[in-house]
């Protein structure tokens, strides 16, 4: 079991767990522990709207997939947390939308962490609004 604890002295921990007997991906952690004194900041199902309200890339993954992680950063700063201390995805996008699109744009708009988090993908028949094709929410946990 390969363990990768990311912690302060005397402030909580959070440990990236990837057990022997489940299959390793450098994309995301199988298992993630937070213990201790740590602020824990929930954000909930960001979309491909701007602060106006206004879709962003009406019919374009890629477009959407930049405006949803931009819209996680913003999320991330108002709850005094940052990028690498997302420690859980959830990911929705569209049936029928092209994966690898949506994957590449995540991964040139979103910086690479050294401990990536645990991550869920579910396909959907639809989200919120019929011009939303990608949706994610995320758990940060910030150690105090």
């Known amino acids: 079991m390969s363990d990768f604890p990311n912690s302060v002295e005397g402030a909580g921990s959070v440990r990236y767990i990837n057990p022997d007997s489940l299959n390793k991906n450098s994309a ?11 602020k824990t900041v929930h954000i909930g199902g960001q979309n491909a709207a701007n602060a106006s309200g206004e879709i962003v890339g009406k019919g374009d993954i890629v477009a959407q997939t930049e405006q949803v992680l931009a819209n996680l950063r913003a999320a991330l700063a108002a709850g005094g947390a940052e990028p690498e201390h997302i420690i859980k995805w959830n990911v929705y996008i569209v049936e029928g939308q092209p994966l690898q699109a949506g994957f590449a744009a995540f991964q040139n708009a979103w910086p690479e962490v050294p401990n990536p988090p645990a991550i869920t993908g579910v396909i959907v028949s639809g989200l919120a609004h019929p011009d939303f094709l990608v949706e994610m929410d995320a758990v940060a946990v910030v150690p105090q």
Do not use: A, M, S
Not at 28 to 38: A, D, H, K, Q, S
């Open 28 to 38: 995301f952690t199988n298992v993630v522990v937070v213990e201790g004194n740590v």
